[in-house]
């Protein structure tokens, strides 16, 4: 089993929909976790953080559920610039990053 | 700028030969890390160091890889007798020491070599 799940997708969705992305991961000592964006051909960059209590960036929305161990983003009034491949990220301990294989997301006018 | 920066961008290679990859992390960022992803995955970990400590390598990793950060700046991805499986994008990524006591710092990544093995 991954380390790391996520849905590859890909999810088509107009614009102005809600789209929202699960990852679950399997060690349970994980400490932190974060949500990063990598358009194509380009490196990952930071989307945001996840914390224990969820947090909010905008349109964007991460929420953790440590009982169940995964962790989701929810993308409100999509735009066509949120085109991209979302990763979930967890540090495993020690500071070592374990990406997931990301889920893909294609937003059409 | 002052970004992660790697070199080269590219690196087409004959199977069999040895490739070097570098890494110029964010100065004041003592973690560096390396991965590997191929097309339609996400970054796959390889090592990571501390200053010039290499704390973990996937146990994906042949002996054919070795990493270094002789001084705890810059380091290096070696690829002995490459084959072509091992034909994918390097990312090296680099992070601060964790200022929030555990949660986490962000990890800033270079535009990554892409290594063609024919």
């Known amino acids: 089993r991954k380390e790391v799940e996520q849905d590859p997708g890909p999810f088509n969705v107009p614009e102005g929909a809600t789209v929202a992305f699960n990852c679950t991961y399997s060690n349970s000592a994980s400490q932190s976790f974060f949500w990063y964006r990598q358009d194509c051909r380009k490196e990952p960059k930071l989307l945001m953080s996840?914390?224990?209590s969820g947090n909010e960036d905008g349109r964007f929305t991460a929420q953790l559920n440590r009982a169940s161990q995964y962790i989701s983003l929810l993308i409100r009034d999509s735009k066509l610039s949120d085109s991209a491949t979302y990763l979930c990220v967890v540090n495993s301990g020690y500071n070592k990053l374990i990406f997931g294989a990301g889920t893909r997301l294609a937003v059409h006018p | 700028d002052t970004g992660v920066s790697q070199d080269p961008r590219h690196k087409i290679t004959k199977r069999g030969q040895n490739v070097t990859f570098r890494c110029d992390p964010i100065s004041e960022h003592n973690r560096l890390y390396w991965y590997r992803q191929t097309l339609g995955q996400g970054p796959e970990f390889l090592t990571y160091f501390q200053n010039e400590a290499q704390l973990e390598k996937s146990r994906l990793l042949s002996d054919r890889f070795s990493a270094e950060r002789p001084k705890g700046s810059f380091s290096t991805l070696e690829i002995q007798r490459t084959e072509q499986g091992d034909s994918a994008m390097y990312l090296c990524?680099?992070?601060?020491?964790?200022?929030?006591?555990?949660?986490?710092?962000?990890?800033?990544f270079g535009q990554g070599t892409r290594l063609t093995v024919v």
């Open positions: 996840v914390y224990s």
């Open positions: 990524a680099s992070s601060s020491s964790d200022p929030l006591g555990g949660l986490g710092a962000e990890a800033f």
